[in-house]
């Protein structure tokens, strides 16, 4: 009964905190279902314990985003489990604008899909609620699943305190920088791989940089460190800075706010002075993407590459490692996650936990990397990610930038918080007030953490 009362609360607070996010914050652009709790569609999941047409077959219901040529590949992936368990799969499609509202309000209702998708620091709303099965005996007890194939910091990135996974991270966002070389080499100025043999790679050589291309030629930009489609200052756009020099905007378990230390006042003045001081940065809401030929260098993730191939530039780029901050290898890399998750109060909880099991083996995570990065080491380092094709960076070069620098440095993922979306509002409102000069940093610092502190764990 305790648990079933907390869970209850626990959507409660969900329910109110997006009421909350639709009357109030003003601003954002990410679509958000209004309606509440409602029946599902026929053949919609909440059917799950129910047997199919011939009476046989029990069918799960798996919710992701994505369109439909994602579903009919699962399917094909999915086949031998559904032959194998007699079961069928129905893969229910929910545009992620929608995903998180729908799920909370089907878990609500008692028609929650068997299986799930999570991200984006949403997931802590669902652990902390009980709706997640906790897969980790089911993991560890197979020895072909290969658990310890996972990078640490990847599959514990679900514990929120009882060494339990709730969730088996199928993609993750490690960046690389992105450098356009006709530009550095027009500009008469040393590419950054030519830093990096030296040893030599650091924020500060790459801010300087930046200020550099962007003095020897106003129309370019030196620097973007927030990915297109990114324009605004969240919690993620400079995340890999701060733990670079030994800080962090949340402690671990985001149940303290600590960018108010010296060195997280530190990278903050670093990103203002490199945009409104020396130069070099995109100014917030500048939304030039690095394929565009206009931009020195440029924060971006693995799949960019294919954009950039795709692309038909007219100019040489390459990619190099993120830069070290004082912190040395220490530093870890910034990173999220999107999980497979198993319902826990669906009638086929178990079946649901096999089919997470089986779509995260090693064979079907390395099927599935050319669409999700996965954070396995035999994905990692396998032929797939490191030679995709023509006209992409040399082996070694991906290798080092996507690879060997996050065995090396670890990668760190905030905990989430059951009221996340109003964190990461306040964080990103805080900074714009920064960027405007409503505040000096360290007054827009205070500002952000009285903000941010009712939203904690």
């Not at 999915?78 to 129905?90: G, S």
Request: hydrophobic share 40%; aromatic share 12%; glycine share 10%.
């Amino acid at each position: 009964m305790k648990k079933q009362t907390k869970k209850m609360m626990t959507l409660f607070l969900v329910f109110a905190m997006l009421l909350t996010m639709l009357a109030g914050c003003g601003g954002k652009t990410e679509e958000s279902s209004n309606a509440g709790p409602a029946a599902p569609a026929e053949g919609e999941a909440g059917e799950t314990a129910q047997a199919d047409a011939s009476g046989d077959k029990v069918q799960l219901t798996i919710a992701m985003w994505g369109d439909e040529a994602r579903a009919e590949a699962y399917q094909k992936t999915l086949a031998p489990f559904c032959e194998a368990n007699n079961c069928t799969v129905k893969i229910e499609l929910v545009p992620i604008g929608d995903f998180f509202d729908k799920l909370a309000s089907q878990l609500g209702a008692g028609t929650a899909p068997d299986v799930f998708w999570l991200a984006d620091a949403k997931e802590a709303t669902f652990i902390q609620g009980g709706w997640c099965a906790n897969l980790k005996d089911a993991l560890t007890a197979d020895a072909s699943y290969n658990f310890d194939d996972f990078y640490t910091d990847a599959i514990t990135s679900t514990d929120y305190g009882d060494g339990g996974v709730y969730g088996v991270p199928f993609s993750f966002g490690a960046r690389a920088i992105f450098y356009n070389k006709t530009m550095f080499e027009n500009a008469g100025l040393k590419t950054p791989d030519e830093y990096v043999a030296e040893g030599n790679w650091t924020y500060e050589t790459m801010f300087d940089l930046a200020s550099k291309i962007s003095a020897a030629d106003s129309t370019k930009v030196g620097l973007k460190l927030w990915c297109v489609g990114q324009a605004t200052n969240g919690v993620q756009n400079f995340a890999d800075i701060l733990p670079a020099y030994g800080a962090n905007l949340l402690n671990e378990d985001s149940t303290e706010f600590i960018l108010d230390s010296p060195e997280g006042i530190k990278v903050t003045q670093m990103v203002y002075d490199s945009m409104y001081t020396n130069g070099g940065h995109a100014k917030p809401g500048d939304d030039v993407a690095f394929v565009s030929g206009n931009v020195g260098m440029a924060r971006e993730c693995y799949s960019y590459m294919k954009s950039m191939v795709e692309g038909n530039v007219d100019f040489e780029w390459g990619i190099v490692p993120q830069p070290y901050g004082s912190k040395g290898a220490d530093g870890k890399q910034y990173t999220g996650y999107a999980y497979w998750c198993a319902n826990e109060t669906s009638a086929n909880r178990d079946l649901a936990v096999e089919l997470v099991k089986f779509v995260t083996n090693p064979e079907n995570q390395l099927a599935w990397c050319s669409t999700f990065m996965c954070p396995r080491t035999s994905v990692m380092e396998s032929a797939e990610i490191l030679n995709p094709g023509e006209g992409y960076p040399a082996a070694e070069d991906i290798k080092a930038s996507f690879v060997d620098c996050v065995a090396e440095r670890g990668l760190f993922s905030y905990r989430g918080t059951s009221d996340w979306n109003l964190l990461s509002n306040a964080v990103e409102q805080t900074y714009e007030m920064i960027w405007a000069g409503a505040y000096s940093v360290e007054e827009g610092v205070a500002e952000m953490k009285t903000a941010v502190e009712p939203y904690l764990n």
